[in-house]
């Protein structure tokens, strides 16, 4: 069974949905800087560091010895030492079309914009948003009559297409 850790955000809804569709991989830690995560408020979840110090961070995930890191909506950049300590083991969720909207609110600024809307996972890099393409998935903006339901749209293709991904591995 493959051991996963996820980095999750305020909201933790990526993190809930792969504990809830564990098949051939295991959820064995979350990793978060947000004591006010939605996520939190659940029960029987695994190990969970809550931390900005990413000294701290390298020795858990060290610790732990991942096959596979996931970040899910983990709004801080992962630093080069974590990342090359990890290569190749690294994933991570964004809510657009890459190379297009790098970086933070980009679900936002592809849905202004009509274009790149949808989710890209992909390796994570040393270079913010830029590693190899794993999966792509487009969503038409114009189905949608505020950013609101386009959102909504984005999640149920983030809950439905990362726990796929994170089967492969």
């Known amino acids: 069974m493959k051991k996963v850790?996820?980095?999750f955000g305020k909201g933790g809804s990526n993190f809930?949905?792969?504990l809830k569709h564990q098949s051939n991989y295991e959820i064995i830690a979350g990793i978060t800087n947000r004591n006010d995560s939605e996520a939190l408020k659940y029960k029987n979840l695994p190990p969970i560091l809550i931390s900005n110090d990413n000294d701290e961070i390298l020795s858990f995930l060290k610790e732990k010895n991942p096959d596979l890191i996931?970040?899910?909506g983990y709004m801080k950049i992962v630093p080069p030492k974590i990342?090359?300590?990890f290569k190749k083991k690294i994933i991570n969720l964004h809510p657009s079309i890459l190379p297009e909207f790098k970086g933070l609110n980009a679900d936002k600024k592809s849905f202004e914009a009509k274009k790149a809307c949808g989710i890209t996972i992909h390796y994570a890099d040393i270079e913010l948003d830029s590693g190899d393409i794993i999966l792509q998935y487009h969503i038409n903006p114009n189905?949608?009559?505020n950013f609101e339901e386009y959102h909504e749209a984005l999640k149920k293709a983030e809950h439905k297409f990362l726990p796929a991904v994170v089967e492969l591995f």
Do not use: C, D, P
């Open 16 to 18: 809930i949905n792969l």
């Open 5 to 7: 850790i996820v980095f």
């Open 70 to 72: 996931v970040l899910a």
């Open 83 to 85: 990342i090359n300590a």
């Open 143 to 145: 189905n949608f009559n």
